[in-house]
């Protein structure tokens, strides 16, 4: 990706070892744009809020092309604050001898004590990951989690979770609407204090002379560099290097390693005691144990805020996330997911920082700012955010864990044909041309997916956003169009949605429009209402940027909303085709790919008529008696079963599983083993070979009545274990949830079995006397 920049820097050629013409190019900058050659002498001064650069080479006889590029590790040095900007341009034919030294450029800036630089890696995790694996501070649960099993492994953590997080832990009673609310998608985490002091350690600048720069423009800080800034003009070397001579002699800036306590007052210390901090020190090392891998994530663009803690926070309250915000700026990770972003607090936000240090707390610490990173994706979106990181230094490291079903690294490109992946999964060529592969798409567009960093699916159909991920291998593929079709047409339409990418140095709400665009284009495909084949038409089509740098996500060629191209009372299956098109309209050879998807988007949506998903509990009994609504049962027997008639149903038969829990109390979870009747069922082809791709559910079992009910007999106990009591040692009554979860066997490529039916039913279980 290209490197994005803030602020005023002056970069500089450092180095080259490579045979072919290097250069860099800035963009998005107020003053310095341009193409700058990778020679001895070059430098350009730079300024503006949010720009970019990325470096270039140029083979003999070849356009320009974009290098792979690498951020180095920031220090300082003589006054002055640098990092090193490294690329590879692939030079030896075989992708890049990888030193990353064929051009070295420098960005320098001087030190100052009002501007700050965060820098770090970023990267993805997942497997058995309990807590946030980059966070010593603070116990950290990132979204999406599973309270109910993260309750049943850790008592413990689910009580402390009730004391600091009780209206999250408690959960969502009823039935669920479909879609589910907003508030069921938060994306704030779950901070757990340790009790612990937070060594937090950095570089401190102090400087003679700052001045905070109106937060209307571009931070310059130094005033013996502002006339560059208002000139525009490039300058040679040995004049920036005396110009940024004379700001350093005039900042007087000393800087200073510190380690010290960063972390508030107590941050929800104060509701937990000694037992329960020790027990979470417990788990937490336990964790440590599991397995929980990590990668690099390279392409994301990070948001970064500064947060101002509530009222309740400052008085010792845990992290709520709903504390006032001011967004700094963005930044892009490299090719190994490394990031560099710098801001400066005007002479306001330190002022409003005063308000934000608690009773007991150092002022001169609390002053710094407290910063929050985001992870967006298309089009400015947030799908993820870090719990604050409190009072940084003027040059601090943060690395930054992200969990992988919540961002998707950029992957690039690879393989034999234009469509690489839709979402994560990788779109290969059907069994027949790859045997043995780990992903197999089936004639109807059903997959089943094995390949790594991707949904572990099996025989599913494609529901919701499907994101399409590729890469035409000519120069002359300046645009695109998709077309669609049922397996029965004989003629294909032109896909018509909108689509727009993030584009670094121009970096906007809603991202940069990339299509359609009606062109008149030569499809290699007879159209709806078009002339014959072979001839000009007027077509939707998208410009295509696989190789500009400055695109972030430059290989994802379209969102396509499944919904407009399959009703949701029509499942089945979708033919797909990408071309891809010269300045001429013509189709370019080898840009052509076609495959299938099997879009299955029927469920069970209120007003809708229709046999949809469904799924409830028709009621509870106890022998014979039967629970009415605000019912309570007095039990015959401590442990006396409890039947269950409930139905989960997707009568297009994709549904993954069904389950029954218990809960009692304020969502505590009781271990039941059934008893007796049916058992709910996920998923396995193997036990369905004559229709390996039809489970429709509880409609399946021999024992379901004319409305697709069955039913399952609980008691309390594990499986194996000896039966117990359905309430806990010295309780002689409490209330109880049986919940019904269901879920289809679908997926969008980047997550699957989406919960499809919620159902729960609550009811009062008492001793006798």
Known sequence: MAITMQGSWTLRFKSKAAAWAQRFVVSGAATGNGVFAGTAGTAVFVTGTQWSVKLQHQAPGDLWRDSAQRIGTPGVAGGLLSFDIRSDDGGNGNGGDADYDDLVITASMPASGSDYVVHGRVRSYQGLCLFNPCRPDFVVIDPPFHLPTLCERYPLLCEVLTQLYPERIRGPRLPLPDPAPDALRDLTPLVIPTGLPQRATGMVFRSAFTTAPPSTQPPTQQPVLTHLAASGKAQSQASLDAIEAQAVAALKTTTRQVAFDAAPVRAGAGRLNAAQLQGIAAIRDAA????????????????????????SERAGAPYTGSGARQDLGLAVTDEQGNYLFRFSPTLTDLAEETADVAAGEALATQLRPDVIVQVLGTG???????????????????????????????????????????????????????????????????????????????????????????????????????YFKRPEALRWQAVNQAHALNYVPDLIAGGKTVGPFLRQVVPGVPLVGGPALGSAVDVPTYDNHDR???????????????????PWDEPGPVQWRIEAYDAAGQLVAGSVDQFTLYIHNRTAIAGRPGNGSKGDIAGIRMGTTELGDCGLFELTHPAAPLTVRHRAVDPEGFLHSWSLAVTRGNNVPVATFVAGGVTPKAYTAAVLPATPCDFTGSRDEPTADLDDYVATTLQPGGSGAAVTSWLPPGHGFCAFAFTLRAHDRVTDGRSAYPQVVFWQDLIGLSLPG
Request: proline share 5%.
């Open 288 to 311: 440590l144990r599991l397995r929980c891998s990590v990668a690099p994530a390279p392409g994301l663009l990070l948001r970064f805020q500064e947060y101002d803690r509530t009222a």
């Open 380 to 482: 400015l979106t947030m799908s993820w955010e870090s719990a604050p990181y409190y009072n940084i230094t003027n040059l601090q490291r943060i690395d930054l864990c992200v969990p992988r079903e919540r961002v998707h690294p950029s992957q690039g490109c690879g393989g034999d044909r234009v469509i690489q992946r839709v979402g994560d999964i990788l779109m290969l060529h059907s069994a027949l041309d790859a045997p043995g592969h780990v992903n197999t798409l089936d004639a109807e567009g059903r997959i089943t997916c094995r390949n790594a960093n991707a949904p572990q699916v099996d025989c599913a159909g494609w529901r919701g956003a499907l994101r399409l991920y590729g890469c035409f291998a000519s120069d002359a593929a300046l645009r695109y169009a998709v």
């Open 548 to 566: 500009d740098l400055n695109w972030i996500e430059n290989d994802l060629k379209l969102i396509l909303d499944s919904s407009l191209y399959r």
